[in-house]
């Protein structure tokens, strides 16, 4: 675990692995807080003074991390690779067999294999993540400690990562489809999400300092991520750090998937970063999300200016396709052409909301803005109006197939979280028997819900066989995120 004490005898008589883990502290701080100038002159100090050991090396490639995925471009993608291999070999090189250098490098892939793995790598994904889990091993075999334990073993006091490295590839392995899991059999690679959750709070609950700050956001970032199911009140922890910038995007990111779109315009609207940190365009395509689920006026203004200060090519289809949505609800039907057109012309699609977002544009047949209105309300957790829009609002003209379909999907989903499960069921049925053969998202996902609520009710045959045909019919945009949670259910339900 870092330390944040300096010696009694103070810092220019202290030892130089006391000067090291004193100085680590602080750079750990910057980066999380985003003050990536005063991270990258810390670490310059560092190194001036000789004070290089391997965490210096996996803090300067955290740097070269969170900088590339601020970016979102494959250029800061590729610049990133070739720094991490460097750190790599410098620690390998420097340090060799030393359990705590393999912590560190296991730590240094697992970055990359995320990375890769946000830019539709998978194979570079995989290798790391192969790296990542058998250096960990290694140095648990060397005998690495724990947090909780004495640390002072051969680990350096590494405790924390090593809790944190073992969650996030226990989740992993976990989250591996089941037509590759004999590949994890051959590499004598075990894991399941629930363990790795355990690793992670343990981690929480252990840590202090900034690494206490690095495990909220992690926990959060995770609970969002597998659906883990948890409440507002399970991911709010004292000591997080709620002041820094990250912190707040990792909450409101978990409040946007849950439905507290109104927590998120209150907590970001008028949130000012610093001068001296990097700046996070995402804060304003999730504010500008969130207002326009509610449907509010001005949601354009923050997608505009995530889309005008993002260089990057995430997210950028995802955000003109909500600005269009903006315009075509505010009735500028030339706007919303245009911008519509932008989302088709952005280039290739990695991320799975960018791909639903292209799929979407390019969909020929009129949006329904009814119908959006109540997906929009919705997604925002407002779902009595959704289900008064879908039920009292006379405008609603069902023009084709695909609104016919959709209507009353959006009426099992309202249905389904104001929990009237079997009003939910029956629409849920509905759009399987009549949106057969479609490659619309939310006939798979009306499949996949049924498992859900069956599984909750434990009747686990009628569970396993909705999961089964949801990853039989599965064709949408979103095809990957809703065939893994069908493949959990399954897993869930075998074990």
Known sequence: MIRTDVPARGFDEATEEDKVQVLQSPILYSILSLRFEEADSLLRISAESGLQNPAWFY??????????????????????????????????????????????????????????????????????????????????????????????????????????????????????????????????MKGEIAEGLGYLEDYLFSATGPERIEACIIFQFVSHSVNAGLSEDDVLVEGCGDSLTLSRYSMALVDLASGRSKKVVKNLEHYQQSDEERALPYLD?????????????????????????????????????????????????????LTRQKV??????????????????????????ELLQARLLFDGGYYREALSQLKDDPAIVLRNRKDSIEYKYRLARVYDRIDDKNTAIRYYQEVLASGSGE?????????????????????????????????????????????????????????
């Open 285 to 337: 395509l999730l504010l500008g999300e969130a207002m326009l689920n509610g449907l509010a006026p001005g949601a354009n203004k923050p997608l505009e200016r995530f889309l005008g200060e993002h260089s990057g090519e995430n997210y950028r289809h995802y955000a003109y396709h909500k600005l269009s949505w903006h315009y075509l609800l505010s009735g500028e039907w030339e706007q919303y052409q």
């Open 59 to 188: 803090l300067k490639n955290y740097l070269d991390f969170l900088d590339a995925v601020i970016s979102g471009d494959r250029s800061s993608y590729e610049s990133y690779l070739e720094n991490s291999g460097r750190w790599i070999d410098s620690i390998q090189k420097l340090f060799g067999d030393d359990p705590g250098a393999r912590i560190h490098m296991s730590s240094i892939h697992l970055q990359s294999s995320f990375l890769s793995a946000y830019y539709g790598e998978n194979f570079n994904a995989a290798k790391h993540f192969y790296n990542a889990h058998r250096l960990l091993r290694q140095s648990l075999a060397a005998g690495s400690t724990e947090a909780g334990e004495d640390g002072e073993g051969g680990d350096g006091g590494n405790g924390g990562l090593i809790l944190r490295n073992r969650g996030l590839i226990a989740l992993g392995i976990g989250s591996v489809p089941e037509e590759y899991r004999w590949l994890l059999k051959i590499f004598g």
């Open 439 to 495: 490659k619309w998202y939310f006939v798979p996902n009306s499949a996949l819900q049924l498992g859900i609520i069956h599984e909750a009710e434990g009747e686990k045959e009628q569970a396993l066989g909705y999961y089964r045909e949801c990853l039989k019919i599965n064709r949408s945009a979103y095809e990957k995120s809703i065939d893994y949670k069908a493949r959990q259910g399954i897993r869930r339900l075998e074990d």
């Open 344 to 369: 088709i012309d952005s280039g290739e699609a990695y991320l799975d909301a960018d791909r639903q977002a292209l799929s979407e544009a390019r969909d020929t047949l009129v949006v329904n803005s």
